[in-house]
């Protein structure tokens, strides 16, 4: 275990320094806050002044530019990677992607280093011994299910009656180019138009590889990609897609340009 004397670089006064916890993201706003209550366990065990803040590789904001730009003015950051499994291609993209966001800043003379992934940290064997031991003295699941555990609901059973399926890309390429904007402006419009809720369901996917192209969206059944969409107008592409059966050209980039009547 590292004590607050093994990080008091991280204290010297002449550098700004910052930290970014990094992980993965999840379906649904709940599985930003684990990670979100780890940084807030940590904050206070870094020395004052050191900068903590919260990213995810995908499927969740902030993303790892958007984190590192949070850092500022920091001159010194250090990426903690707290996502398992261990992917090397990734990890490497990940350097990548900080060496991109530093060559656009405007002193780019900041120091990134990444710390070893925790799968890779010779803490973690202790940690886990010390969860088995805990659980030992858990209560047992049946304590935990609640009610009805024999089934899932019913509910589960109906398939709804969506004719449109849009799929939005929040893998890592995507997440970084801010495909978390997107995704949350267009489920609020498909929210907040009742034409548009019953007839689209909109689903996250991970890599659906073309992501120069991204923040990237298909919808089915046609099978049109969209690509390079933003916040402020991936609503009125999507909805001109579903209900007037245009294809928007500004985003096309794979599939038909011409729809067929609505179904
Ligand atoms: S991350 Fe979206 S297409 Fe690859």
Not at 72 to 98: N, Q
Not at 157 to 186: F, I, K
């Amino acid at each position: 275990m590292h004590s607050l004397d093994d990080i008091s670089c991280l204290a010297a006064p002449q550098v700004q320094h910052a930290v970014v916890l990094l992980g993965r993201g999840g379906a649904g706003a709940a599985s930003r806050q684990s990670l979100i209550a780890l940084a807030e366990a940590l904050r206070p065990r870094l020395p004052p002044g050191c900068k903590l803040v919260a990213a995810f590789v995908d499927k969740a904001a902030p993303s790892l530019p958007e984190a590192l730009q949070q850092c500022m003015p920091a001159r010194s950051i250090i990426v903690l990677p707290v996502f398992a499994p261990d992917e090397p291609a990734l990890l490497r993209w990940l350097h990548k992607l900080a060496m991109r966001w530093r060559a656009a800043q405007a002193q780019p003379d900041i120091q990134i280093r990444f710390a070893d992934t925790l799968l890779n940290s010779s803490g973690l064997p202790p940690i886990l011994l010390q969860q088995i031991a805990q659980a030992a003295q858990a209560p047992d699941v049946a304590e935990l299910a609640g009610e009805r555990w024999q089934n899932d609901p019913d509910a589960w059973s109906q398939v709804p009656e969506h004719q449109h399926h849009a799929l939005v890309c929040t893998g890592p390429r995507c997440t970084a180019l801010g495909a978390l904007a997107v995704w949350q402006s267009l489920g609020d419009a498909v929210q907040a138009r009742q034409k548009l809720r019953s007839r689209l369901r909109l689903l996250q996917t991970s890599c659906q590889y073309p992501c120069n192209h991204g923040p990237l969206a298909i919808v089915y059944p046609e099978g049109v990609w969209y690509g390079r969409l933003v916040a402020d107008n991936v609503a009125q592409v999507i909805e001109t897609h579903v209900l007037a059966r245009q294809v928007c050209p500004e985003h096309h980039v794979h599939g038909p340009v011409v729809l067929p009547p609505g179904i």
